[in-house]
């Protein structure tokens, strides 16, 4: 898609094809809100509330301590966090450090985080106090050198119980071995200012795990320059305001947290409304609370505000534009959201490895429906980015209307993974990202998602592949065969189903297959169906068939 391509003209309303990134790297982005901002709210989490100024001192002081105990240019923090302040502090002190900040999912087990501290080998792990007991268990095999632990009833001014497990309210959870106290360790240092750090745009800010076609992680490398850039696009594009404050619906750890409510509060000096972790009554209280004017998430989460018995017609009445990402949409369920509430859902389409956005909506724009797909359009590609459709098989470009792969070049594209040229190579070539999913382009540029990677499970907006459900089932004694696939599932687009034969002698009832999955991975990943039969179909060289399952 050139930039003289129809979409400009007719969808971006007088926008520039092209940007340029105000910024080189994402610390001089936030330096330049405490410059202009230092007063204004940058972090409110419930009735708590940090300043720009507080934010600096704050990261200031951790950087000095993670200085102080051997953390240096390019060495990893990571961050195994829900959504609460400590993440952003951490975040931004990561990069005064000279550091990369790894997101891990909070949701993750013990194996899970093992595997990705194994992968990224961080010098520093921040976690949450209450998660001790899965802490302690990666750490057996993957020690870092220093361990920070903190509590999610920080950063308030009161007792606030509005989300919080109740149980981390009765007594403080033990205390790992070895670990420091976040707040005492910036108390500790206190006032000291780390020395200046400068960035270039193509060095690494961020780790973002995402999952590869063996469905082991993969940590994508998000750069400086992909960070401004892409949380510029979410400014330029959506016109969201200088000041305007931010709802934070999804998970800091994922891509979209991490730009579409970090980055671009940081970019507009803005506050960022932090929750702890989506639930839909406590994000409508802080609707009305805090009056948010921008929010991105994804579908799963507003059709739970929509459902909610505490939602009225005026509780988004804030919101300036609302958009969602990371999972297809139905046409129906925009049209109940927009009945509901006023507001329309504007379509965004993006992965971990494009930083977030590559198509969108244009603001005041609905998205069509595709004839022959009958999916709602994903958007059009945004400044400086080029989308175009590939054969599967020959990798030749296709005409409008006809789905083949998506492919996307652009300044949001990654550099490439932590440690793996040769899935490097296998997604990028000539700046070209090979996404895996499937779409088409109509004549006017907008993108329409028709599939996805063969069987990769979309549960809720997050990816879930079969492949690792699987390692977990074959756990278990009384397994013989174990297929995964994605099944239908009206709330959350698609949800995971087990389809299993038994050992001889063996027998296994449903609800214990999922209590074993379910205390070994995140809760998205566990299978929510379990189907039992004698043999599952395979080719004739003994491969399962996941697609006659499905």
């Known amino acids: 898609m050139s930039d003289a391509a129809p979409w400009i003209k007719l969808y971006a309303e007088g926008q520039p094809a092209r940007i340029t990134a105000e910024y080189p790297n994402a610390l ?49 923090v990571a961050l195994f966090l829900q959504n609460l302040p400590q993440f952003v502090i951490a975040l931004i002190a990561s990069w005064k450090a000279g550091a990369i900040a790894v997101s891990i999912n909070p949701m993750n087990r013990e194996r899970e985080l093992g595997l990705l501290l194994a992968d990224c080998q961080p010098k520093v792990l921040l976690c949450q106090d209450n998660a001790h007991e899965i802490v302690a268990a990666a750490l057996q095999t993957n020690p870092v050198e220093l361990l920070i632990t903190t509590s999610s009833l920080d950063f308030q001014q009161r007792d606030d119980a509005r989300v919080l497990d109740a149980r981390l309210r009765q007594s403080p959870p033990p205390r790992l071995p070895g670990s420091l106290d976040f707040r005492a360790l910036i108390e500790r240092h206190a006032g000291s200012q780390p020395p200046p750090q400068s960035f270039a745009p193509d060095d690494t800010a961020l780790l973002v795990y995402t999952s590869g076609t063996t469905g082991l992680p993969k940590g994508a490398m998000n750069t400086h320059g992909n960070l401004t850039f892409t949380a510029q696009v979410y400014r330029d594009w959506i016109k969201v305001r200088e000041g305007a404050p931010v709802l934070a619906i999804a998970p800091l750890f994922h891509i979209t947290g991490l730009i579409g409510h970090i980055g671009l509060s940081l970019l507009n000096a803005a506050p960022l409304i932090l929750c702890y972790r989506f639930e839909p009554g406590v994000m409508l209280d802080a609707l009305r609370e805090h009056q948010p004017e921008f929010t991105i998430g994804a579908i799963t989460a507003l ?39 006023g507001l329309y859902i504007h379509n965004a389409y993006g992965l971990t490895e494009t930083t977030s956005p590559s198509t969108v909506t244009p603001l005041n724009r609905r998205g069509p429906v595709d004839p022959a797909f009958g999916a709602l359009s ?68 907008w993108l329409y998602l028709v599939d996805r990677k063969k069987d990769m499970i979309n549960a809720a907006g997050y990816k879930v592949w079969p492949r690792e459900v699987e390692d977990v089932l074959y756990a278990h004694p009384a397994v013989r065969e174990a297929a995964v696939v994605g099944v239908a599932d009206a709330y959350r687009g698609e949800t995971v189903k087990a389809v299993l034969s038994l050992k001889p002698g063996h027998t296994l009832a449903a609800e214990e297959v999922i209590a074993f999955c379910k205390a070994r991975m995140a809760a998205y990943k566990y299978p929510r169906i379990v189907e039992f039969l004698p043999e599952l179909p395979k080719t004739a060289t003994g491969k399962i068939l996941r697609r006659e399952l499905r």
């Open 303 to 341: 059709i739970a505000l929509m459902n909610h018995p505490d939602a009225r017609s005026d509780s988004l009445a804030s919101l300036c534009a609302i958009y969602s990402g990371g999972a297809p949409i139905a046409l129906p369920v925009v049209e109940q959201f927009e009945a509901r509430f």
């Open 28 to 76: 001089a982005m936030f330096e330049a809100a405490v410059q202009r901002a230092a007063e204004r709210p940058a972090l409110l989490y419930f009735d708590g509330s940090l300043s720009y100024a507080e934010l600096d001192r704050l990261s200031d002081a951790l950087a000095c301590g993670f200085i102080a105990r051997g953390v240096g240019r390019g060495d990893r």
């Open 378 to 445: 994903v958007g059009v590609p945004t400044f400086n980015t080029e989308v175009r459709i590939v054969d599967t098989e020959s990798g030749a470009t296709l005409g409008p209307g006809t789905a083949g792969e998506i492919m996307i070049r652009g300044p949001q594209v990654i550099a490439g993974y932590w440690n793996k040229p040769k899935e490097t190579a296998a997604a990028l070539n000539d700046g070209w990202l090979a996404t895996g999913d499937i779409g088409a382009l109509d004549a006017a540029g």
